[in-house]
């Protein structure tokens, strides 16, 4: 099972929005909606930030946001702020006897 | 509140064992699937196991297939990583996790495995 694509690196300004994308296939992303998204400080555990691919759990802020569209997923940040400077992961099911992948990350740098 | 606390790494030869723990707190235990998930230095996140809630189904990445084994005890509230034929690339920071809708909704602070000769 190859890991999920996503850009290496993404950049905003406090107040702006980006976007991460998370490219995959029909056999995980485009094939079911157990996408998952994680927000990892430097020397931290990892945080999750999107469920089911759009679900935000108690406490995430609403600037977090996630969709899907065929086989890429998307993350979207809204009126950045600098505390989101992070890496960023998703993950998908997908179906097999190594039913979970993640995507290789994305840093975030807040300029 | 919801605890998970990993314990077990250290420093191990190439080809040596290792046992992980990962004690669970703060929700029911044997109500959740598993999950243990790695890092290598400067790496990202790879999946490594899973286990169903009362331990009869376990799941892994090629890569430790045959040489790791996961493991709950719900009666204690852990599970458990058993790593044999360790290899350098096996080399990282462990996790463990809660799994809840389909994702990693707890992590533990994660246990350093360093396999070096």
């Known amino acids: 099972q190859s890991a999920l694509t996503q850009p290496a690196s993404v950049s905003g300004s406090p107040g702006q929005s980006i976007t991460i994308s998370c490219t995959g296939t029909s056999s995980d992303v485009g094939g079911y909606n157990h996408v998952s998204w994680y927000q990892q400080h430097p020397g931290k555990a990892p945080k999750l930030m999107i469920y089911e691919v759009s679900n935000r759990p108690s406490g995430v802020s609403n600037r977090f946001s996630g969709s899907k569209s065929g086989n890429t997923a998307s993350l979207t940040i809204s009126g950045l702020q600098a505390e989101d400077e992070a890496d960023y992961y998703c993950?998908?099911?997908?179906?097999?006897?190594?039913?979970?992948?993640f995507g290789g990350g994305t840093k975030l740098t807040v300029l | 509140e919801v605890q998970l606390v990993e314990s077990g790494g250290g420093l191990v030869q190439p080809g040596g064992s290792l046992r992980l723990s990962c004690a669970a707190s703060?929700?029911?235990?044997?109500?959740?699937?598993m999950n243990w998930v790695r890092q290598a230095p400067g790496k990202g996140l790879e999946w490594v196991a899973n286990?169903?809630?009362?331990?009869?189904?376990?799941y892994y990445v090629d890569s430790v297939k045959g040489r790791f084994t996961i493991s709950r005890d719900n009666a204690r509230d852990s599970l458990y990583l058993h790593m044999n034929s360790l290899r350098v690339e096996d080399t990282a920071v462990y996790y463990c996790a809660k799994d809840e809708d389909w994702a990693n909704d707890y992590w533990g602070q994660g246990t350093l495995v360093t396999v070096s000769s």
């Open positions: 993950s998908s099911y997908t179906g097999t006897n190594t039913p979970w992948v």
């Open positions: 703060g929700f029911t235990f044997r109500n959740n699937w």
């Open positions: 286990i169903n809630k009362d331990g009869t189904a376990t």
